[in-house]
């Protein structure tokens, strides 16, 4: 039987990955208040955080091999699932400065740190090199090194690719509807957060335990991005119907002019005047006006309409995986526990 990971287990790791980071840095003799502000930016940036992704390596490990994870097994396991962390702490430092937001995780944004300010750019650079530095330590000699290493450069790439679609789609302070589009929200679902968050574990943990075949990883990708994109759906439905104490943060898509689900939907089916409530409305940040586009969505029913493409979409999921070829070492129970922490979640 596989054993799930837990976020206590998961942590003990990650010690031994800063004193291998830090022992890399000091090989070049820096300054004590350089490899100080490294090791600070290391666990503010990486740590406190739910590690969902990074946790996923060695819970998808443990289910392909069916069994636990030897000590070995999950170290090497939870060492890339640190490393998607470390991608995670990359792209949220950067998009944080980007966006100009104020909190993370409760916690004022790294950049907003005293002291910190736009050194946090560079900061956000060296926590990506962190994932090479470890690659190269622990996985030099694994017969698909390279594969890893083209894996992260290339999930990087898409992320970027659809962080640049959603920043050039919806500007914070140029509300424009005309370039929201279903397809450009697909887009940037799928490269933005699909990829990094769902795909990426469960790839790397096939290639750890070298069965990332051709017909595995196209399987895989089949089936873990429209996961991805219900997740993000479901993620938007939440920031505006879920409840604050539930979802841990108070929802701000309609103030962010975020190219939401929401909004996508409403756009197909408003008439021109409830068009206009929403030209009006949108995008601005003054409760009133958020108040009428919520108003506006509930007009339109659309909680109604998210719970009707909420069955279509986990339906078309589990029939995706109940089609799964298990005879190269795939094994169904990696997508149906990822879709068990997703289903009718509240938060």
């Keep these: 039987m596989a054993k799930q990971t837990n976020l206590k287990e998961f942590e003990a790791v990650f010690p031994k990955l800063e004193k291998v980071l830090l022992e890399h840095a000091e090989q070049y003799k820096l300054p004590k208040q350089v490899v100080d502000w490294y090791k600070k930016s290391l666990e503010v940036n990486t ?6 992704r990074g946790m996923s390596v060695p819970d998808s490990a443990s289910l392909l091999l069916g069994r636990p994870l030897t000590e070995d097994e999950y170290f090497r396991a939870a060492t890339l699932g640190w490393m998607t962390e470390l991608l995670q702490a990359f792209f949220l430092v950067s998009d944080d400065i980007m966006d100009g937001s104020i909190t993370r995780r409760g916690k004022p944004c790294w950049y907003r740190h005293e002291g910190v300010g736009m050194i946090a750019i560079n900061d956000a650079f060296m926590l990506e090199s962190a994932i090479y530095t470890l690659l190269k330590k622990f996985f030099r000699s694994h017969p698909r090194y390279v594969d890893l290493l083209e894996l992260f450069h290339e999930v990087t790439f898409q992320t970027e690719i659809g962080q640049l679609c959603d920043l050039l789609t919806a500007p914070e302070d140029v509300v424009n509807l005309d370039n929201f589009s279903m397809e450009k929200y697909r887009f940037i679902v799928i490269y933005k957060t699909a990829y990094y968050s769902f795909y990426l574990p469960v790839a790397l943990a096939l290639y750890l335990l070298d069965i990332a075949t051709p017909g595995n990883l196209k399987q895989a990708e089949d089936i873990l991005i429209p996961l991805g994109e219900y997740f993000q759906v479901q993620d938007d439905y939440l920031d505006n119907f879920g409840l604050p104490e539930h979802i841990g943060k108070i929802g701000t898509d309609i103030q962010d002019n975020k190219c939401s689900w929401l909004v996508n939907q409403a756009l197909a089916i408003v008439t021109p005047e409830q068009r206009r409530v929403l030209e009006e409305n949108y995008g601005r940040k003054d409760k009133t006006k958020e108040a009428a586009v919520k108003k506006l969505y509930d007009e339109l029913k659309l909680e109604q309409r998210y719970k009707e493409y909420e069955e279509k979409a986990v339906g078309d ?19 149906e526990a990822f879709l068990a922490k997703i289903y009718k979640r509240s938060k």
């Design 47 to 52: 740590l406190g955080g739910k590690c969902n």
């Design 317 to 335: 999921i589990r029939g995706l995986i109940d089609k799964i070829d298990e005879s190269q070492g795939l094994r169904k129970g990696v997508f």
